[in-house]
């Protein structure tokens, strides 16, 4: 079975604060990791990818992949009310012909 | 590089009738996927094609369908239209197979 877990929220977080935002697979041969935010109405936009173990920082954004495990995270450091959005995590399934599978995603509220 | 375009951008149809929405992607861009989003949802995803071959489907009915032409634009057919259609239809195109995908602005059908 192709799955993508995330919490759907509503994450609610202060200002300022770090926002983190967990995603779990269950495909262990998947070898890439997408984050996504999707403001309501409008289409989703890439935040990062990642394909590695370990951390990539972009910015006030940090993605983290643990493959042993099987999760991604995504944090926002310095969380802005701009931030205030849905984020979707996706993942590429090795057995399901590299199809990108989505998880249905959490949203995110930064309260000011 | 222009983004992803989708026309058109807002539909009215009635049931019963057929619509076809239409996808171009970025430029060197050869697979195009295509989404459905309805208020509250995740992205459900219908197909996606690959220099002219589908190569993934979803659990759609058979209304449901598409085509790659050979310049890479793509089109999406939905037949015999019900009120449940009424949704957000996205287009995402990668330059390959399991690659970043980056989203068109959608296509808004409403289905009376």
């Known amino acids: 079975q192709k799955e993508v877990e995330q919490n759907s929220g509503p994450l609610s977080v202060p200002e300022g604060a770090i926002a983190s935002l967990n995603c779990t697979y269950s495909d262990r041969g998947s070898q890439s990791f997408f984050w996504y935010r999707q403001y309501s109405g409008k289409s989703p936009e890439l935040i990062m990818s990642i394909y590695s173990n370990g951390d990539k920082e972009d910015g006030r954004f940090t993605a983290q992949l643990n493959k042993a495990s099987q999760y991604v995270s995504l944090l926002i450091r310095d969380s802005q009310p701009s931030d205030s959005a849905t984020y979707l995590c996706?993942?590429?399934?090795?057995?399901?012909?590299?199809?990108?599978?989505w998880g249905a995603g959490t949203k995110l509220i930064i309260k000011p | 590089k222009a983004g992803v375009t989708q026309t058109p951008r807002y539909l009215i149809k009635t049931r019963g009738q057929q619509v076809t929405l239409s996808c171009s992607p970025i430029s060197g861009h050869r697979s195009v996927s295509w989404y459905q989003q309805t208020p509250g949802q995740g992205l459900q995803f219908l197909f996606e094609?690959?220099?002219?071959?589908?190569?993934n489907k979803g659990n759609f009915p058979g209304r449901f369908s598409g085509r790659q032409f050979s310049n890479s634009r793509s089109e999406m057919n939905v037949s015999t239209l019900e009120l449940g259609d009424s949704a957000l239809y996205l287009c995402?195109?990668?330059?390959?197979?399991?690659?970043?995908?980056?989203f068109g602005p959608g296509t808004r059908l409403l289905v009376l």
């Open positions: 094609y690959f220099s002219e071959t589908q190569r």
């Open positions: 996706a993942v590429n399934y090795k057995d399901s012909n590299y199809q990108l599978i």
């Open positions: 995402a195109s990668s330059p390959g197979q399991s690659e970043t995908q980056y």
